[in-house]
């Protein structure tokens, strides 16, 4: 199976600030990876898919790069509702597999 | 507005069977594959599982943990996906989230999440 290791698994940031987190595979998937964002008690809810594509209706303050086996996901200027938990996928490969998560908190 | 309805949850205890139900609407069921997420009290997320479309002959996949003890069947007539889960152990503990796929790019984009339903496996 591809382990997913994201980095940090949690962090402080303030409104405004940009952040980025970090996704590793351990082999490559192609383009395989996608991000998520889950708020407390809710499902997650789908950002970037194939890397760096923005899904439907998701602010362009979310983006995504990377290759091989590194990824990000970068989050600027944020805001309150920013803060959630945010997952990586990697669907290179089945067993399809999650990042163990990022908690954004308010500093 | 695309909807799914997770139903079925409740409580089992170690060994015995459950069988989880998502009820979808609002797009067209048949062109869809479907997957199983589920995630532990306060743990991250955990692919469980697929269903490709009749286009794909229906087949599956799953995850290790779940592999021989859980599997997904869909009623295209019903617009439903099911899980059925056999030989329950108390680390399948979770809510678990039915999910839409949608072919885009490269491959199939996981979107949008049901609201999830809680299933318990105790004693």
């Known amino acids: 199976d591809i382990q997913m290791t994201q980095s940090p698994s949690s962090l402080s940031a303030s409104v405004g600030d940009r952040v980025t987190i970090t996704c590793r595979a351990s082999q490559g998937v192609g383009e395989g990876l996608a991000w998520f964002q889950q708020k407390p008690g809710k499902a997650p809810k789908t950002l970037i898919y194939d890397v760096s594509s923005l899904y439907s209706g998701v602010p362009s303050k979310f983006s995504g790069s990377g290759a091989g086996t590194d990824f990000t996901l970068t989050i600027s200027n944020l805001q309150p509702e920013d803060f959630a938990t945010y997952y990586c996928q990697q669907y290179y490969a089945y067993p399809l597999t999650f990042g163990g998560g990022t908690k954004v908190e308010i500093k | 507005e695309v909807q799914l309805v997770e139903s079925g949850g409740g409580l089992a205890q170690p060994g015995e069977s459950l069988r989880i139900s998502c009820a979808a609407s609002?797009?067209?069921?048949?062109?869809?594959?479907m997957d199983w997420v589920r995630q532990a009290p306060g743990k991250g997320l955990e692919w469980v599982g697929r269903s490709r479309d009749k286009a794909n002959r229906y087949t599956t996949e799953y995850a290790a943990s779940v592999k021989g003890r859980f599997s997904v069947s869909r009623d295209d007539s019903k617009n439903s996906v099911y899980l059925q889960m056999n030989s329950l152990k108390t680390e399948d503990t979770a809510v678990y989230y039915c999910?839409?796929?949608?072919?885009?790019?490269?491959?199939?984009?996981?979107?949008?999440w049901g609201q999830g339903i809680l299933v318990t496996v105790a004693s």
């Open positions: 999910v839409r796929c949608v072919r885009l790019g490269i491959d199939y984009v996981p979107d949008p």
């Open positions: 609002g797009f067209t069921f048949s062109d869809h594959y």
